[in-house]
């Protein structure tokens, strides 16, 4: 009779390893740079084994506050899903390059002001960071380097990782819109954006793996959305030991985390240069400006001169709004 072989130490090793840092280390290498096959790329349409086409053009109910919040037309979206991860959606930028500008202009000059809380406040007490950064016709770039992140909404504690309604501002209005259109779509008809986190990469700049679970109400999706230059976004399991796919996301693509989704580990080992300017491919639209002037305190329209200072940002950068639902929709605060 044979014996059974018990596992040797190493299978079981291999079992309960990091494989998400293994995975999350390739990417962030610079020496040698990662190899890009394995990225699931939705404007490369080789990949297409491991994503889904959903999207049906006349089941789509069109949304009239789309065009000012800077969408096209909900039946022009392409909406994916991933075989590999159920609860995971990707539309393919649905913005026209007006809502390009007008939301990257939002989360550089808007979002970062006070009572917002930033990563800078420990170290500075600057009312409008994007003022200070271009006061006197100067461009400030070290204070501009300096801000990684904004919280919107109930605001994200980094230390406790609870949220308190003592700790909160006003969500902004057109925000909040904006992911009630992209609810919408989906069928989610009672979602309420509350909490938003703002990041602010640079070319270097990495988001190490974590769940986000501070919230009360885990049921309801996030949303997720990418300007600027490109991110590879990892996503793997509920723990770290299942090896976690590369997704390549572009300026104005909307990430969606749902359901089973919704609970996994997922980083950003790398930030790529992006070739494409999508925030410049159309003319300027008035309608916009006057949108913009209408729900922004002290900000001018912004005019073609001034874009440049943005695109100067954007070139270098990249930008992810973070949006979540915090309460169950019969809450009307943490307490209830
Ligand atoms: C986050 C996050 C991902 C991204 O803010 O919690 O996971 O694409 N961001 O930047
Ligand atoms: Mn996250």
Redesign the pocket.
Known sequence: MINEVPPSVDTLWDKTEDQFMKTFKYYKSNKPPPLLAEVINIEDINNTDKILLLTQKNAVQEDERAKQLGLRELKSWQLYSFKEHPGLFLIRNPFTSNGQRYWIQKCLQVYPRKPNKRNIDMETNVEDWWEACHRHGRCDKQLMKKLRWTTLGYHHNWDTKVYSDDNKSVFPEELSALCDVVARYLGYEEFRAEAA?V?YYHMNST?SAHT?HSEVNLEAPLF?F?FGQS?I?LIGGRDKTTVPSAIL?NSGDVMVMSKEARLCY?A?PKILPYAPTPWNDEAFDDQLDIMYMKDTRRSPPFKLNEWSIFENYIKESRI?M?VRQVLYETQCNLKD
């Open positions: 986190i990041n988001l986000d997720s990418s991110a976004f996301l997922h950003v992810n973070n």
